[in-house]
């Protein structure tokens, strides 16, 4: 079974504060991604890796930045939180470049930012 | 651009009632098709995909989807519901085309909820 953790299932943080999600997958997954899902508007792709060190930004990126040091976790870094960004934040790894590759999700991490 | 589109936010329907979650997206080109499962506190887990040959695919739970190309539909049925069916469901296509990177996108979701 392909396992994806994440460190935090609820986050309580003050606006400003510098917070780290972080997302660790068991299965050699080349492919990780960071999502954040909202009511009504689904998830949407922040940022994705490839590879060790290699990142791309996704939809909106704007506001975070990650962190892809060793090929099992990867990080999702708000450099300083504000408000808007209490979200549910979903990590999901998947295993190559094939067009059908499955992706699988961690539980989330629920963050409030007050 | 390609975009998903679910319809319905919120779906009441009957224990042992027959139920369509309906999806349609937009793209210029061939896709790959998902429907995704999140029971209540977990994340998502892929329930069925459609690549390619027949365009009826089942899941093991007796969920089923057929891919309509000239309507561009993705909709999920199952005849007949569980309580444990209570869950969001999420619709998402990824195309074909390749470039660096061909993202999955998800559509909207549709909160199930099953009454007993």
């Known amino acids: 079974d392909v396992k994806v953790t994440q460190s935090s299932r609820y986050l309580v943080k003050r606006t400003g504060e510098k917070v780290f999600l972080e997302c660790v997958q068991d299965m050699d997954h080349e492919n990780m991604f960071w999502y954040r899902q909202d009511p009504g508007l689904g998830l949407r792709l922040i940022y994705f890796?490839?590879?060790?060190?290699?990142?791309e930004k996704g939809d909106i990126p704007e506001g975070y930045s990650v962190s892809r040091e060793k090929k099992e976790r990867f990080s999702l870094i708000l450099e300083s939180a504000s408000t808007n960004q209490t979200s549910m934040y979903l990590c999901?790894?998947?295993?190559?470049?094939?067009?059908?590759?499955?992706?699988?999700f961690g539980p989330g991490t629920r963050l409030t930012v007050l | 651009a390609q975009s998903v589109t679910q319809l319905d936010s919120q779906v009441p329907v009957f224990e042992e009632a027959p139920v369509e979650l309906r999806c349609n997206y937009s793209?210029?080109?061939?896709?790959?098709l998902f429907w995704y499962v999140q029971y209540p506190n977990q994340g998502l887990q892929l329930l069925l995909k459609?690549?390619?040959?027949?365009?009826l695919v089942e899941s093991i739970n007796g969920f089923e989807a057929e891919f309509n190309k000239s309507q561009t539909s993705f909709h999920l049925r199952k005849p007949s519901v569980h309580i444990s069916d209570t869950a969001e469901y999420f619709c998402a296509v990824r195309n074909l085309m390749k470039t660096s990177y061909d993202k999955v996108i998800f559509g909207p979701g549709t909160s199930l909820s099953v009454i007993p």
């Open positions: 793209s210029s080109v061939s896709v790959y």
């Open positions: 890796s490839y590879d060790v060190k290699m990142k």
């Open positions: 459609y690549l390619s040959g027949s365009t």
């Open positions: 999901a790894s998947s295993f190559g470049t094939r067009m059908s590759d499955t992706q699988y």
